[in-house]
């Protein structure tokens, strides 16, 4: 059996504990249909078999490749591509695929190019106060009839309070995600359908419109959500190996850089220590207690350290494979199968 | 022959002609071994193809993957991994290559690595002042000893001024680079050997003591390097289409977000426009100048928009492929060959 100091750096690595931890966490508050776990989160079909074998049947997807990977994994029960496509290739693709997908439309342009490439189902893309797509509530209802004129199903309305979830005040995100959700019973009331999907990691406990939450980030977590209090615990992290170090410095240097962590939540973390900066293939830290001697403590060179994303989606997307542990050892080896567009 | 316009987005677009003047610029103020290109900036087999046909053919690594692509695709005349590597499978992979393959050391655990794998030759890698890899310039002339006791050939020593390339006062730029050069030359005088290899994008026309400058951004730039007025022109962008508009927030939606861009230098830029924000798949912008009608100027949902990442390497590491373009015709599809460790 390979174990932890023996994967080739830097290395996607999943507690296996915890990672089973969040999943049951959220299986017992959102059962089955009240949470349709977003794959962009993982792009990796192994945890979203886990996700289904929780008793969540449907999935969000960001891309479709998501999707279409989801689908040949024997995922595609009920697909959710939350987002507007207008690529007719990949349309046609998805409109092909022997799945169930809804896709996101906000606009007449993303209605026409979902009817033209043969899609069956919608749902209403509302803006609910994030500035990203999605049209006014009270465009929804005409839409939604314009959809149906084009032959699409509509299935309901959708809209992320995405700038609301990583509020870490939680009265304050419990209030700003009512006021987003009565934009979106707004849309519904016009729209109609079975469909309120809507929320996130940080919502999915707050959001009392929502008939599903859109949570991703719960099962492996990041620095970002971990602030905000959540019973989900942090299942992934970046093993990278100690390749010099500098005495006179006081500072080490391993091998997990800018290209194998998403960095627009900036650096990551290193427990016990702080990380200086990160450079295309190197992170560059110190340990925060001093040594034995009272001077700087350093690790050797060629010791493991566990590198903690700030951002979990764009991080995942660098890599190939997740290593999933149970303690030092490797019990699994996951494709990172949904990655690209 | 398909064009921009018919490209799945987000797609890596490389400008055919600003390509070949950044490299015939490069070729001239540093011709043959004056430059070694460093393949970390675009992983990508092709574009080092065109680097030595115009006579650059020794190349920098920063992975042993990259060392191992650029041998597989018949670059290997002279390849410097200019990085400290302790993974024994990768080292002895490196080391059975058909290829001339010197690599980094900074302290006695990695010569001992390098040795036992049987590398052949090595750099000594000198810390000029990032706080980096490196060894102690008065440690250099040591190692390199203990180096040639482990049976390694010593070529020379390395240092990068990496603190010092994106100084954007070029008075600055010079001062700092010979300070950094300074400590590199004493390193030299104990180490000897051929090579002094230094310096990147930012420092190749101020390095005075570097036999070879390790550039790499300047064949395809970005928009930290655009700060420096140097002679090279931006050649690459992501293109994105446009999913999502709204008139009443005066905002449009791109499809091209943290999975398709290097964020540590922060957001992308988008010609004439302001960028708001990026999320996963998506990048929220509004042009700067009003509409005909003097109200908000939007694109067409549909339209293509040209997204200049603010840092090339971490960018590129997101993509299968680069599309080469002259004007609006893609005229050759590369495969980003060189991805991962």
């Not at 189902?121 to 084009?150: K, Q, S, Y």
Request: glycine share 12%; proline share 4%.
């Amino acid at each position: 059996m390979t174990t932890l100091s023996e994967l080739g750096t830097p290395a996607l690595v999943v507690d296996a504990g915890a990672l089973e931890h969040n999943l049951a966490a959220m299986a017992a508050a959102l059962p089955g249909p009240r949470c349709r776990p977003h794959v962009k989160a993982h792009k990796t079909t192994a945890v979203a078999r886990r996700q289904r074998a929780h008793g969540h049947a449907g999935f969000t997807c960001a891309t479709p490749r998501e999707a279409i990977g989801m689908a040949a994994a024997g995922l595609g029960e009920d697909l959710l591509v939350a987002n507007e496509v207008l690529d007719p290739q990949r349309l046609e693709a998805l409109a092909h695929l022997d799945a169930r997908v809804t896709v996101a439309v906000d606009s007449e342009a993303t209605i026409e190019a979902a009817a033209r490439a043969g899609l069956r189902e919608c749902v209403l893309d509302v803006n609910v106060g994030l500035p990203r797509c999605g049209c006014a509530p009270e465009d929804a209802g005409r839409l939604a009839d314009e959809a149906r004129r084009r032959g699409l199903g509509v299935r309901g309305v959708m809209g992320y309070e995405g700038h609301v979830v990583g509020l870490t005040d939680r009265a304050e995100r419990i209030r700003q995600t009512a006021a987003c959700m009565a934009e979106l019973a707004r849309a519904h009331d016009d729209v109609g359908g079975e469909l309120v999907s809507a929320g996130g990691t940080g919502t999915y406990d707050v959001n009392e419109l929502a008939t599903e939450i859109q949570a991703g980030s719960y099962a492996l977590m990041d620095l970002a959500y971990g602030e905000l209090g959540l019973p989900f615990r942090r299942a992934l992290s970046v093993v990278a190996t100690v390749i010099s170090t500098n005495l006179a410095g006081g500072y080490a240097v391993a091998d997990c850089g800018l290209k194998a962590l998403g960095m627009d939540h900036g650096n990551p973390a290193i427990d016990g220590a702080t990380v200086w900066f990160c450079s295309d293939e190197h992170v560059t830290f110190s340990y925060d207690d001093p040594g034995a001697d009272g001077g700087a403590r350093l690790p050797s060179v060629g010791e493991r350290v566990a590198v903690w994303p700030a951002h979990i989606d764009p991080t995942v997307a660098y890599h190939e494979r997740m290593h999933v542990t149970e303690g030092e050892n490797v019990v699994e080896v996951w494709p990172v199968d949904l990655r690209g567009w």
